[in-house]
Antibody
Framework: QVHLVQSGAAVRRPGASLRISCKAS????????IHWVRQAPGQRLEWMGWIIAASGKTQYSQRFRGSVTFSRDTSAGTAYMDLSSLTSEDTAVYYC?????????????WGQGTLVTVSS | QSALTQPASVSGSPGQSITISCTGT?????????VSWYQQHPGKAPELMIYGVSNRPSGVSFRFSGSKSANTASLTISGLQAEDEADYYC??????????FGTGTKVTVL
């Protein structure tokens, strides 16, 4: 079976950094792009950006450019998102999602989500 | 533009049909046939319901259908069932090579 398994919930102080991982299993990791999506408590989904797993090329939403960095380790079949200079507004569930080869926002596989809480 | 515009809530009785609109601009919905729809139940990850404006993934009920006219996409749920009660989001590709989600719609089955 195919899965995306994300790292567990995390609590950080304001100003801290955090890395979230998204491990793929059951398929060839480098075949599909990985997207990242944020959902603040009670709020809508927000597209953060994507990474092409094969090449490592990235694209960021203007809203998140400069505060997040995507990377991947092809040997580990894992994508990463680094969040820096966290504030309380970064408290949210973060999802990774696989996009099909058709593209166009067709995310057919999602991670379970990682809850990040930023609090002093 | 920060988000595509959806109605905050839509409701219907079991068996009825409802339609959720998703309004964008000529730089997103109007520019491509790249609109997808997601269903999200509380505490769960989103699930793909429609891709490419009107295509249903394998396993998704035929009761879900999608369409598009100019800058507005629509999701129709026919034969509404209790299990359809959830939040629904549209997403579109944009001319800036990015994606944008809608504001989300809460569907209530009366």
């Amino acid at each position: 079976q195919v899965h995306l398994v994300q790292s567990g919930a995390a609590v950080r102080r304001p100003g801290a950094s955090l890395r979230i991982s998204c491990k793929a299993s059951g398929y060839t990791f480098t075949t599909y792009p990985i997207h990242w999506v944020r959902q603040a408590p009670g709020q809508r989904l927000e597209w953060m950006g994507w990474i092409i797993a094969a090449s490592g090329k990235t694209q960021y939403s203007q809203r998140f450019r400069g505060s997040v960095t995507f990377s991947r380790d092809t040997s580990a079949g894992t994508a990463y998102m680094d969040l820096s200079s966290l504030t309380s507004e970064d408290t949210a569930v973060y999802y990774c999602a696989r996009e099909t080869l058709r593209g166009g926002g067709e995310f057919d596989l999602w991670g379970q989500g990682t809850l990040v809480t930023v609090s002093s | 533009q920060s988000a595509l515009t959806q109605p905050a809530s839509v409701s219907g009785s079991p068996g009825q049909s409802i339609t959720i609109s998703c309004t964008g601009t000529s730089s997103d919905i109007g520019a491509f046939d790249y609109v997808s729809w997601y269903q999200q139940h509380p505490g769960k990850a989103p699930e793909l319901m429609i891709y490419g404006v009107s295509n249903r993934p394998s396993g998704v009920s035929f009761r879900f259908s999608g369409s598009k006219s100019a800058n507005t996409a629509s999701l129709t749920i026919s034969g509404l069932q209790a299990e359809d009660e959830a939040d629904y989001y549209c997403i579109s590709y944009t001319t800036s090579f990015t994606y944008i989600f809608g504001t989300g719609t809460k569907v209530t089955v009366l």
